[in-house]
């Protein structure tokens, strides 16, 4: 079944009480943060230093910024890492806004007419990709896809 993805912008508490904004991906108009919250609370209750709304937030939009080649094709500068070969960062740690420091993942599969995220999961600094929390694939219309993309970056805006 194809997917619709789909993402929205909020400002979200980070560590310390700040603030900061971040993108929440959405399937079938579901936020993956809502989907992770019900399928692991534990994981995404509140952290005493970082997000009282959970411990984990959407990614920070400079990251999107940063990383869009990753989103777009699949290919990663850690190619060569075992370890995050093929993961795509989903949901960013709020103590620290780094998605390797913690976080919900997907292993992604790029083609020319369909898009796949495989699993989400979580992985961090020395994790690997573990444990699996939803073992879903997600297809996803290539062209919709990188619509997305595009209308995200333009909401984005250029660096700040």
């Known amino acids: 079944m194809i997917r619709r993805l789909s993402c929205s912008i909020r400002t979200s508490p980070v560590f310390e009480g700040l603030e900061a904004r971040v993108v929440d991906f959405e399937i079938d108009c579901e936020s993956i943060w809502e989907r992770m919250k019900k399928l692991e609370p534990a994981l995404m209750q509140a952290s005493p230093n970082g997000n009282p709304d959970g411990t984990f937030v959407g990614m920070y939009v400079g990251a999107i910024r940063n990383k869009e080649s990753l989103y777009r094709t699949g290919v990663f500068p850690w190619q060569n890492s075992p370890m995050w070969k093929g993961l795509l960062p989903l949901i960013a740690c ?19 007419r ?41 909401q984005i805006g250029p660096e700040e």
């Open 94 to 112: 709020s103590d620290c806004g780094w998605e390797g420091c913690g976080g919900v993942w997907t292993r992604i599969y790029v083609g020319r």
């Open 114 to 154: 369909h898009v796949f995220w495989s699993g989400l999961g979580f992985s961090g600094a020395g994790a690997g990709f573990g444990p699996i929390y939803d073992r879903s694939v997600f297809v996803f219309d290539r062209e919709q896809y990188d619509e997305v993309f595009d209308d995200l970056l333009k």
